[in-house]
């Protein structure tokens, strides 16, 4: 993510960024790529997990270790998902990954950074601040496409 000189803020990033810069043909790469450049990423624990999976489903196992472990050596702050963020979670079971990654954000009190409309609307809905996405096609990407999250 952004030099350790001091990038121009911190922010929860979700799967569909991360696997977005991890995936060049993927057609967000650069988007994600650019973000990456101007943010210091906060990665919830679970989306490590769904980077992972989504990437293996995609690449093979030996591709997903290798870049998940590029992305982690570039010094992203994995933040541990917490007892609170599971009973915010629990909310509603049916959205309880992306609740997560939206709880994460509140109790930091941090941007999120998204390339899905649902995990937009779902953060914006509970007071979660968005962060632009520079060159994404509309404000946070695309609805009903695949976003690489699992």
């Keep these: 993510m952004a030099g350790r000189t001091g990038p121009e803020r911190e922010a929860v990033v979700d799967t569909s960024v991360l696997h977005a810069l991890l995936v060049e043909e993927d057609p967000h790469h650069g988007p994600a790529a650019l973000l990456a450049s101007r943010i210091a990423a906060v990665v919830p624990s679970s989306v490590v997990h769904e980077l992972v999976w989504s990437l293996r489903r995609r690449l093979g196992a030996a591709a997903a270790g290798s870049r998940v472990g590029w992305l982690l050596a570039r010094g992203v702050r994995v933040e541990p998902v917490r007892l609170d963020d599971v009973w915010f979670a629990l909310r509603d079971p049916r959205r309880y990954e ?29 007071g979660v601040e968005l962060l632009p996405i520079p060159g994404a096609p509309g404000a946070h990407g695309r609805a009903g496409e695949e976003t690489g999250q699992a």
């Design 98 to 126: 992306d609740l997560l990654v939206v709880s994460v954000a509140r109790r930091l009190g941090l941007p999120l950074a998204t390339l899905d409309r649902g995990m937009a609307r779902l953060a914006a809905r509970h």
